[in-house]
Every structure is written in C-alpha cells, then in structure tokens.
C-alpha cells in the first residue's frame, strides 16, 4: 500500500481539485487516497479524464458566453 499523503486543497489546482472531486462523485475517492491513482484501471482514470476535459469545456463556453454578452 502507497504512503497516505495529506490533500492540500490550498496548494492545488484547480484542475487537481476538479480531479479529486470526480474521484468522488464515481465512488473512487477512498482507492485513490488510499492506494493512489496508480490503483485505479486505465478504464476508471479515463472516465475521470473525460469528465474533467467535459467540464473544461463547459466552463470555457460559459466564460465565452458572459465576454461576448459584455
């Protein structure tokens, strides 16, 4: 078993808590802390890319959205 590290949400990116937050809503959070991403299947950490690339659209869409209403 990996060494637990402690999540510093203060010192993360926002990309790096949109991960962790993904981990979650997929019931995958406790593995990852645990054990580490290494522990997740190509399967699972590909369905949490996809989610974090969807939602990196969406927001650039939205932030594009309010600029051209300005």
């Known amino acids: ?3 637990q590290k402690k999540i510093d949400l203060e010192h993360m990116t926002e990309e790096e808590k ?3 937050e ?3 809503e997929l019931g995958l959070l406790d593995r990852v802390l ?3 991403w290494r522990s997740l299947t190509a399967k ?3 369905r949490i ?3 974090v690339t969807r939602r990196k659209r969406k927001m650039a869409a939205e932030e594009q959205k309010e600029a051209g209403e300005r």
């Open 49 to 51: 890319g996809g989610l």
């Open 18 to 20: 949109m991960k962790y």
């Open 44 to 46: 699972e950490t590909g």
């Open 1 to 3: 078993m990996a060494k």
């Open 22 to 24: 993904i981990a979650g």
């Open 34 to 36: 645990n054990d580490g």
